[in-house]
């Protein structure tokens, strides 16, 4: 298959804990015909889930009536994928997670989605929508012209 | 949606000649895990399961939600005066636990014979 030069791909998800691993596959799907390295197409796919995750279950609410957009814009050089969902959007950025701090009981052993996909993207920007609505998240992975895939 | 995690447990002993309790987990780990680890988590005998092996060979996929539930684990397992280790994680996720910090708790291994030798 030929590299994809600009394209977009676009996924509707019920807002259903599970279908994010439909968005992970498509997402890891286009980073490979991209010819990005296996390593950088898990952690796509580890933030991919982890945003589609926070979109069904805060975004959304779980709520059967409505679905999360996944939009994946392939560049030259870089994946775009954006998460988007019915919700209102961050209110505050969580502190990042302190394992001591879990294990000793003093903080949610939960919320480390979003630390998650910072740490393993190129970029991750939270935007929130108009009127309340049609909040994402926007993911980019780059890649490293010097290191593709074989 | 989720794929069921199945979990089990086996009884090792170390080439030490220590006891180990393994738990071996198979599918997803997300949030709808919390029977499969913590269930098999809470099975064990604390008196006497002093070594316990997580075995991640069979896991699929975790997720963060996944992820607080080992780290419960943990917690529990401190509190209990048990040492936790694990084996199996793929590459990746032996990555993403070592970036939440799970590796300060839990010791991690590349297979059960590493992790045998350790103990």
Known sequence: MSKVKSTSVEVRLPSQLGYEKVAMSTAAAVAKLMGFREDRVEDLKTA???ACINAIEHGNKLNDDLSVGVVL?????????????????????PPKPDIDKKIHGEEDPRGMGMFLIQALVDEAEWVKGSNGKSSYVRLVIRLDVNATAD | MQSETKARVDQLTSPAGHQVTALRFEGDIASTSKDAVLG???SLPKETAKLVLLDFTKVDYINSSGIALVIQMLIEASNSGQKVYAFGLSPHFTKVFTMVGITKYAGLFPSQADALAAL
């Open chain 1, 73 to 93: 814009s392939a560049g030259v050089n870089q994946l775009e994928v954006k998460v988007i969902d019915d919700g209102q959007g961050l209110k505050t950025v």
């Open chain 1, 48 to 50: 991919v889930a982890e």
């Open chain 2, 40 to 42: 098999s988590y809470h």
